[in-house]
């Protein structure tokens, strides 16, 4: 259970135990739809979310990736994940997190992150992030939550408008 500001609790499962994959479409799709700063806008259907699932439940049980959901009532309004590529690289993790519109700037992101670092695996060394330098309340966010930039790629990013802003990486402070 997490809870925003105004004290509204929220119940949150992993991912994996959630198969209304008819749901998990409306919600990726609608925050993409949403969100111009994430690097992907387009709609997803259910049987692509299904597929993405049964793949994601075969690395949640190697402890390579994480995905919780948060929950108002049936609709999921908040996700947050871990992902780690494996290999050489299989410390490094990276989080991502994602609100429906409608559910931001109540405290619910910042009570996703800090949840969702607590479902750490053994294999999760270093959490790092990736964010556009034009989205201020995800930096402001992630800042809050433990979170130093560590490396910036100068014009990475092209906005739907034609200007270009900087792809910003930044590491949980320990
Ligand atoms: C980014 C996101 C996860 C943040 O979650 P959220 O629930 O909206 O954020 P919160 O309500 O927890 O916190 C917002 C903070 O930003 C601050 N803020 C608002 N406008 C701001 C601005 N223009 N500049 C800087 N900070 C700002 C708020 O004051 C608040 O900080 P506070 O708690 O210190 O007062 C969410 O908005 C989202 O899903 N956005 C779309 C997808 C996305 O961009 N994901 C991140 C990709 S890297």
Redesign the pocket.
Known sequence: MITD?SGKEYTVIPLSEFDDFGEVARFVSS?RAT?P??LRANPVTANEEKKFIDDYRKSAEKGESVIIIALDGNRIVAWASLDSKGGRMRHVTTL????EDS?????????IIREILKHRTPLMGKIK????SD???????YT?TGFKEVARFKDWVRNDDGTYCDDVVMELEE
Do not use: T
Not at 135 to 141: F, G, P, R, T
């Open positions: 500001k925050v969100s700063h994430l991502g997190v994602m609100l559910y931001r700037g109540k405290g619910l992101g910042q009570a992030l990736s964010v556009a989205n201020k309340v995800a930096i402001h966010v809050k």
